[in-house]
């Protein structure tokens, strides 16, 4: 029943950053392990990080670890995923998701079977 809404998603140059943020408008993502997940043309649906539900345990792929940031803000029901150092190959259609109730973060993140429902998703374009 949970309905998502992702924005933040933008043209950026390599090595810029952005910041995605996921909303419920009427929903409290608090009470849900939030996942960001990206897919590219041609290209499966990658788990990119996700944090499990009332602010806990954060993950990462190893594709973005170090550049790729994941936080709640609960006085604005937000999840954002802060993206430092982009690359080219970064470029993707960006979705969040909220898994099951109840359930955490899955191992691997982009078990995506793990997530109920899903915003539509916002673009980001890393180019020079």
């Known amino acids: 029943q949970v309905q998502l809404v992702e924005s933040g998603g933008g043209f950026v140059q390599p090595g810029g950053s952005l910041r995605l943020s996921c909303t419920g408008p009427?929903?409290?993502?608090?009470?849900?392990?939030i996942g960001w997940f990206r897919q590219a043309p041609g290209k499966e649906r990658e788990g990119v990080s996700c944090?499990?539900?009332?602010?806990?345990?954060?993950y990462y792929a190893d594709s973005v670890k170090g550049r790729f940031t994941i936080s709640r803000d609960s006085a604005k029901n937000t999840v954002s995923l802060q993206m430092n150092g982009l690359k080219p190959e970064d470029t993707a259609v960006y979705y969040c998701a909220a898994a099951y109730y109840e359930k955490s973060c899955p191992e691997p993140l982009s078990n995506a079977g793990a997530f109920g429902s899903w915003g539509p998703g916002t673009q980001v374009t890393v180019s020079a």
């Open positions: 944090i499990n539900r009332g602010g806990g345990s954060t």
């Open positions: 009427e929903f409290n993502l608090d009470y849900y392990a």
